[in-house]
Structure formats: structure tokens, C-alpha cells
């Protein structure tokens, strides 16, 4: 498989060959391929303006100026800029090949900030410090392990931050002075790789530490920043799954706000006592989940977002008297990374929704005026006909009802329309009305009416309905997807004779999943960074990881257990997979390995079936450098052109 992979590299030559039918493009050295055609020029340029979004993310304020720090991308990758006021100039700080996550401020001076980055998407995040006086950027970390950004203390002389520099496998907690990298020690072991520092006490003696177990079950701890002692915040139940997350100190350090579904199907806003440990629900009268939150510099204001059904709503709460409301200015859309200014009166945070590709925003609690700091592109593109989210039900097999969100095919497209089902990844994701960028050359151009469901084991429906596909019940959320295809059939407007299946990660197995159990349904599917086998990928996926998959997928040590999930592997079962498959996977990914991609197109090959390949040497988890977006995109409008349209 090695050879016949390495013989199918395209060496990087002249942009375009001329071949009989006109020019084509040639991919990057970076790029392996297997019977990928090569793209015509044609259709590069008919697709290219729908590749050209450029979002951007809010990612924190200046200690003392009103300026921000905002996630955007004006070449290869996302990098760090400042903006200086609402509509202002985005000036860049960071110019690297790899994407920039991250952005925090040092909190009292703001001199320098301190951001993470991983290398060719490998996933082992270093962090960094960017001096604002020299320009310089000096790197913190070891280098080597997976390392989280960190949160800075109160004081701003320390950040605490997760590593595992042990051992690869747990995270361990971490203190670090980033003006003195050589300042930096561990504070404590840890045992597992859920391990999260969320806060810092108001006296910077406490540390606020998450231990996530699975998507259902968390708990908190308090740490001692001195010595490292844990204490813990929140019972281990034995009798119910309790997730708690989220957190921070309320401003007399007494007790802490968390977001819980104890004794909820949802996760609610809540206030532990730090010496009772009495729960007080504070949103009990809202049945959403809350998705975050955050307690403003004084401790007066609670500012938090609600899914209510895939739409975000922000809610402020005033600490004193318990009231809340809704705010009413900020448009239908998705909402995230909300933070306060130290002003008391500026909340920051992300915006996008199915016609905004994603900006970065402040509201002023006191006044509620929303302003605007950035303003996304899309290519020249009208973003106001871009398709708008429908939200459609059905009933699966066995009664459960399914949601999902339906974008249809641009008007000027008449008759029964093909159909894309694109499916999330988590399996603890969930789809929302969200921008989805290139993605509308599929309505606009192609005339594809495109639907994602929310299968059982997806977020924002209660704990009950994310427990529905663990371990032994995972083919019932495969029968959700037949049964959506039963509901295509049942629409006059859609064809459900030309159906192509999409998604990335989990929702890549869930691709391979159908086009194995239900390939006599669907014309044609694309897998990315997909698993082919739950059993291998567990052996395989990053140790850091293993633990809290197998609470999701089942432990593939037990034996009863490595038995289903073997029978029901697409690579055990390969002789179904009869309609055409596009495989694609980075090569560095540390969560799906290309193992999982290989061994099923090596399958696949063998047995004669119809598959494309493609592998970057220079991506992890999906692809975030955009010149391999941009060749993903075309080839994947060539797939589409070929095996869904035709």
C-alpha cells in the first residue's frame, strides 16, 4: 500500500497541463492522490469565488483599551489581528503556515498576549507569548506534548494550563510565568486526558479545574495553587450521569457558577457554595441548554447563551436579585466566545449564521447597542442568496422523532432536485443554521438541495437523547439516516433516486456507515477523516483520547463489545459498499488516523468498487490550509459532477 501510494503522488510542476479536453489543474506536492481526475481550469475558476470566505472570530479584549483580538485569515491560515474599534482595520500579528488559535491578553497591562499553534495539524498545540513592544513572539511550552492555552491569574504574573508532557496519555496541570518561560512548574497529576483549568480564585490561591469522564459525566475540583492538592467541588454520583461544566468564581470567591443538567434533561446556569455545596439552579424556567457563560469584572452581571433549537439567544442575569431577560438586538444566528470587557459594560463574542460567514461583535448590556468590529467576506458573493435553514422532522424506525436542517436548491433550479445529506461529527455534535461557506456552491450552482440531521447521540435535546447511540446502540443512529431517506422519498421537490452522503470524522464513519448498510439508496459518498473501524480506531486514535471515546463507542478490550463493533464496521463489511466512495484524510491526524482511510480504500480497491483518495502530507482532523480547501472543493465538485448529477 505504501508503494502504490507513493507512485500516486502528483509531482508539482507547471499550474496547468494542457490534456486533450483543455488545461487542468495539478495538485501540490503536498497532496497525494488515487484515481482523483485531474480538475479542469474550467470548473476551478466557476468555483473559486465560493472559496474566498473569510470569517472572522472574536477572540478577547485589551485589559484597559475598548480593542479586541480577532481570529481571521488573509493568505494560507487564520492568524492574530487587533482591532482597534468597531468597523476598524484588522492589523495582523502572527504570520505563520500553521493556523493561530487562541489570542488572551495579558489581563492587567495588556502588553503582550499569548496564543497556540500546532504544526501541520498534528494537534500538539504549543503556546507562545507575542511582546506588543518588540514584535517577538517567544515560545513557552516544551515543544513536544499537547499543551491547552491556558488561563492567565488574576494577577496576570501566572497561567495555568493543561500538558501532557508526562506521559502523552493524562493531562497534567502546569504554572508558567510568560514573561519568564524558565518560571514554569508542574502544579499536579492528573489521570485521564479530560482535565481542563477553567478559573482562577479572586486571591489567585484556587485554581477552578474541570475532569470531563464523557460528554455526560464531569465533575469539579478545586486545587490548591500553592501546593497542587485537589479537593473535590462536586460528588461523584454513582446513581446518574451529571455533567457539569463550564465554571468560574463568583467575585467574593465563596462559590462557584456552573452549568449542569443535575437532575435536568439540560444544562443550566447554577451557583455551588463552595463550604454547603448546595446547588441553587438559576435557569430552571428556561428547558434549553446553556451553552456558556461568563461573570462580569464586578460580579454584578451573568451574561449566558442559550441553543434553543440550534439558534443562540443571550440572556443577562443580574447576581443580586436573581432577574433575567433576554436580549431581543442581536439577529437569529450561532454565538460564541462571549467576554466581558473590564468596563462592565462590553460583552464580545462571535456571530455568524446561514448568510453571515462569522464576525466579531460587541453589545452593550446597559444600553443593548450591538456593534459590528468586523465584516466577513464572501468572495463578492451576495450573501443574501445564500439558502436559509429550514428546520424538517421525521420519524425514525422505531417512533423516535429526528431533526435536522434543510437548505434548498437556489430557485432558479426547477423539478426534483439531488439531494446532499451531510452529516456532523462529535458524535456529540450537533448541526445548526450555520454559514456553510463553500458549501452553497452546492445550492447556487449544482441546484443541490442539502439537509443535515441531527441523529440520536447529537447535543441540544437533552442528556436522554445523547445517551441513544452509545455502545451497543450505535446502528440506531445509522437507521435514523434511513429512515431520513425514507422522508426524501416523500418530498415531490427532492430526487431520491441521486443522494451523495458527506461528513468529516464522525460524521465521516456515519458516511461510510450508510453507503455500506444502505448503498442501494444513495448514488455516491464522501468520506473525510472518517473511521472505518471503531475497534482500530480506538487501538490506534492518540492516547490522550482513548479513554473518553471508549465511554462514547464501547471498550474494545471487551470482548462481547470488539465483537459488535466489529460486525458492524464498513471495513468488515465491505463487500456492500457498491456506490462510489471519495476518501480523504490528513496525514498527521492524531484523533482518526490514516490508517482508518487506508485500510478502507486498500479494501475497496481490491474488491474493484469505485474510489477516489485523497491524503495531505500537511493537514491533521480535516483540512484548515486553504489552498488544500480550495483543491478538496474542486475535486469534490467533480465527484458530485460525476457520480450525483450525471
Not at 468564581?249 to 444544562?267: L, N
Not at 448498510?517 to 482500530?536: E, P, Q
Not at 459488535?564 to 463489511?573: C, D, E, G, K, Q
Request: one cysteine or more.
Amino acid at each position: 500500500m505504501k508503494r502504490c501510494l507513493t507512485l500516486s503522488v502528483v509531482l508539482v510542476g507547471l499550474l496547468a497541463c494542457v490534456r486533450a479536453d483543455g488545461p487542468a489543474l495539478k495538485p501540490g506536492d503536498n497532496l497525494v492522490t488515487i484515481n482523483v481526475p485531474p480538475v479542469p481550469v474550467a470548473l476551478a475558476e466557476a468555483v473559486e469565488r465560493y472559496s474566498h470566505n473569510r470569517p472572522a472570530a472574536f477572540d478577547g479584549w485589551h485589559p484597559t483599551r475598548r480593542e479586541m483580538l480577532v481570529s481571521t485569515r488573509f493568505a494560507d491560515t487564520r492568524q492574530i489581528h487587533r482591532v482597534r474599534s468597531p468597523g476598524g482595520a484588522r492589523f495582523q500579528l502572527t504570520f505563520f503556515s500553521d493556523s493561530v488559535t487562541g489570542g488572551s491578553y495579558q489581563p492587567t497591562s495588556g502588553d503582550c498576549f499569548v496564543f497556540s499553534k500546532d504544526k501541520s495539524g498534528d494537534e500538539n498545540y504549543q503556546n507562545y507569548r507575542y511582546d506588543f513592544a518588540t514584535g517577538e513572539t517567544t515560545l513557552l511550552t516544551d515543544g513536544k506534548s499537547r499543551n491547552q492555552l491556558g488561563i492567565w491569574s488574576h494577577a496576570g504574573d501566572r497561567m495555568a494550563y493543561g500538558s501532557t508532557r508526562r506521559n502523552g496519555k493524562d493531562v497534567d496541570f502546569y504554572l508558567i510565568n510568560p514573561n519568564n518561560p524558565k518560571d514554569d512548574r508542574l502544579l499536579c497529576t492528573n489521570e485521564g486526558g479530560g482535565w481542563y483549568a477553567l478559573d482562577w480564585s479572586p486571591d489567585d490561591h484556587t485554581l477552578l479545574a474541570a475532569e470531563e469522564l464523557s460528554v455526560n459525566q464531569g465533575f469539579l475540583w478545586l486545587v490548591d495553587t500553592t501546593s497542587g492538592q485537589k479537593t473535590a467541588l462536586t460528588p461523584h454520583e454513582k446513581t446518574e450521569l451529571i455533567s457539569y461544566s463550564g465554571g468560574q468564581f463568583a467575585s467574593d470567591g465563596k462559590g462557584v457558577y456552573v452549568t449542569t443538567d443535575k437532575g435536568s434533561e439540560f444544562r443550566r446556569l447554577a451557583y455551588l457554595d463552595r463550604n454547603s455545596k448546595e446547588l441553587s439552579v438559576l435557569t430552571a424556567h428556561i428547558p434549553w441548554d446553556v451553552d456558556e457563560f461568563e461573570l462580569s469584572e464586578d460580579g454584578k452581571t451573568l451574561v449566558f447563551v442559550t441553543n434553543e433549537a440550534g439558534i443562540s439567544v443571550i440572556h443577562v442575569l443580574d447576581t443580586a436579585s436573581g432577574k433575567e431577560h433576554a436580549i431581543s438586538k442581536v439577529p437569529p444566528g450561532i454565538i460564541s466566545g462571549i467576554r466581558w470587557h473590564k468596563n462592565n459594560r462590553d460583552v464580545g463574542f462571535t456571530y455568524s449564521s446561514a448568510r453571515a460567514a462569522g464576525d466579531a461583535f460587541s453589545l452593550d448590556i446597559t444600553t443593548e447597542k450591538l456593534e459590528r468590529w468586523t465584516e466577513g467576506e464572501t468572495g463578492g458573493l451576495d450573501p443574501g442568496k445564500f439558502s436559509e435553514a429550514e428546520l424538517i422532522r421525521w420519524k425514525s424506525f422505531d417512533g423516535l422523532e429526528i431533526t435536522g436542517f434543510l437548505y434548498p436548491a437556489a430557485k432558479k433550479f426547477t423539478g426534483k432536485r439531488p439531494v446532499v445529506i451531510k452529516i456532523h461529527g462529535g458524535p456529540e455534535g450537533q448541526a445548526r443554521p450555520a454559514f456553510q461557506g463553500p458549501f452553497n456552491y452546492f445550492m447556487n450552482e449544482l441546484g443541490v438541495t442539502m439537509i443535515e440531521p441531527n441523529v440520536r447521540g447529537s447535543a441540544g435535546y437533552g442528556k436522554s437523547f445523547l445517551l441513544l447511540d452509545n455502545g451497543m446502540l450505535r446502528e440506531n443512529s445509522y437507521k435514523d439516516i434511513n429512515s431520513l431517506l425514507d422522508w426524501v422519498a416523500t418530498r415531490p421537490e427532492l430526487d431520491a433516486d441521486r443522494v451523495m452522503v458527506i461528513g468529516g470524522s464522525y460524521g465521516g464513519h456515519m458516511t461510510l456507515a450508510v453507503s455500506t448498510f444502505y448503498s442501494d439508496r444513495i448514488r455516491c459518498a464522501v468520506d473525510i477523516v472518517g473511521m472505518s473501524n471503531l475497534v482500530t480506531f480506538l487501538e490506534n486514535t492518540a492516547d490522550y483520547r482513548r479513554d473518553l471515546r471508549r465511554v462514547e463507542y464501547g471498550d474494545e478490550r471487551d470482548p462481547e463489545m470488539r465483537k459488535f463493533l466489529t460486525r458492524i464496521a464498513p471495513l468488515t463489511n465491505v463487500d456492500k459498499i457498491r456506490k462510489p466512495l471519495f476518501v480523504v484524510q490528513g496525514a498527521n491526524d492524531p484523533r482518526v488516523p490514516r490508517s482508518e482511510a487506508e485500510q478502507i480504500v486498500k479494501a475497496l480497491r481490491d474488491k474493484g468498487t469505485p474510489v477516489w483518495y485523497l491524503l495531505a502530507k500537511d493537514e491533521g482532523h480535516g483540512f484548515r490550509k486553504k489552498r488544500n480547501m480550495d483543491y478538496l472543493l474542486d475535486t469534490t465538485v467533480l465527484f458530485m459532477r460525476e457520480y450525483l448529477l450525471n
